[in-house]
Each structure stands twice: as C-alpha cells, then as structure tokens.
T-cell receptor, first 116, second 114 residues
Framework: AQKVTQAQTEISVVEKEDVTLDCVYE???????LFWYKQPPSGELVFLIR??????QNEISGRYSWNFQKSTSSFNFTITASQVVDSAVYFC?????????????FGKGTSLLVTP | DADVTQTPRNRITKTGKRIMLECSQT?????MYWYRQDPGLGLQLIYY???????NKGEISDGYSVSRQAQAKFSLSLESAIPNQTALYFC?????????????FGPGTRLTVL
C-alpha cells in the first residue's frame, strides 16, 4: 500500500503565484520522519527539509514553507512568489522507526511547472 | 567536488549483459542505499548497507546484487540485464548515530537496457 500520497501529479502556475504541494502519509508508528526533496530537470535529488513526528512547528525558509499537521497526516509544502527556477518534480517521503532499514518511502511526486 | 558520486552517469547495454553501477562518497557516512526511479513511480529501495559487513535487501532486490567494498564504496550489479531494468538509479548515504538521518543522493545513473 502506498504510504505517501501526492495527489497532485502536475501543477502549472504563472511566475509570482503561490503554490501548495500536498502530501498525505500513512503510518502506525509514533516516531517517524518526513522529508521533501526537489528533482530539477537535470535529474539530481536535492534535500529540502526533514521533520520528525514530535515537532509540529511549521517551518519557513525563504520562499518555502512547510505545514505539518499530525491530525490530518499531512505535510504540505508551499512556495510563495514562485519563480521559473522552481520548476521541478517534488517528492515527499516518509521514514518510519519500525522500518529496520530506515529507507525512505517516496510519494510519486508532483511535477511543478512555473511559466514566465 | 560532489560528496556522493556515481559512475557511469549514463549507460546503454543489451539484454543479458552484466553491468555494474558504482557509488562513492566522501561524507564519511556509514549507511548507503540503492534506489531506482521509474517515471511516475517515485523511488523504490533495491538494497541498503549499514556497514561493510551488513547488507540487506530492499523491496525490489530481485535481479540485483550489491557489494560494499569499503565504507565509502557501494556497487550495484545487474547480473543479466533485462529491458524492464531500464530506469534512473540513485545511490544515497546517511549518517549512523541517530535513528533516521537525512539521506543525501548522488546525481543518478541513467541505465537503458535494449
């Protein structure tokens, strides 16, 4: 079963618009970790943020912000005033303490296109 | 220089051929992982290693094998490549010492099996 769901397959916005990428996860663990990665057209995976299950504080980093809500099992990512360079595929991922390999369970990704 | 490197970056091979993908890291991390990415499917774990003597299968290990030659090197082999192994392969590393630490990815190897 898919543990991380990114329901939005593709999003297209015009530069300077705000955009929110949704991530819903499923776990029975009380201790777990959530991540966001960015994959630009060049193909590499760039780490953006890590959040543990005990820290529900929202985080802001420049134009990026993350909203973690355990009540709805969501970890959404908002880009404010989007730019063309934000065009990429964004992955949400889950790591569970019960998973002995601590491997990341990835969602299928959301492809974001920002046009001028 | 990149912390996690993968060679080759691109490879085209034929069905039945043996191929090895290599990963090296200078981050000093103990844990290393191999994932494959197929279009629209996210990444799936092939193998992972916590140290040189500790290697474990991931969710899609069939058709693959690995070798941890040193703390810094982790190789993935396809003994007899088949077309549905055409994918983008990523190596990742993370630090030991905490239950889960951030995984840092190499640039990827694009493999095509004809």
């Amino acid at each position: 079963a898919q543990k991380v769901t990114q329901a939005q397959t593709e999003i297209s916005v015009v530069e300077k618009e705000d955009v929110t990428l949704d991530c819903v996860y499923e776990t029975r663990d009380t201790t777990y970790y959530l991540f966001w990665y960015k994959q630009p057209p060049s193909g590499e995976l760039v780490f953006l943020i890590r959040r543990n299950s005990f820290d529900e504080q929202n985080e802001i980093s420049g134009r990026y912000s993350w909203n973690f809500q355990k009540s709805t099992s969501s970890f959404n990512f908002t880009i404010t005033a989007s730019q063309v360079v934000d065009s990429a595929v964004y992955f949400c991922a889950l790591s569970e303490d019960s998973n002995s390999g601590y491997a990341l369970n990835f969602g299928k990704g959301t492809s974001l296109l920002v046009t001028p | 220089d990149a912390d996690v490197t993968q060679t080759p970056r691109n490879r085209i091979t034929k069905t039945g051929k043996r191929i090895m993908l290599e990963c090296s890291q200078t981050k000093g991390h103990d844990r290393m992982y191999w994932y494959r990415q197929d279009p629209g499917l996210g990444l799936q774990l092939i193998y992972y290693s916590f140290d040189v003597k500790d290697i474990n299968k991931g969710e899609i290990s069939d058709g693959y094998s690995v070798s941890r030659q040193a703390q810094a090197k982790f190789s993935l082999s396809l003994e007899s490549a088949i077309p549905n192994q055409t994918a983008l392969y990523f190596c990742a590393t993370s630090d030991k010492g905490v239950t889960t630490d951030t995984q840092y990815f190499g640039p990827g190897t694009r493999l095509t099996v004809l």
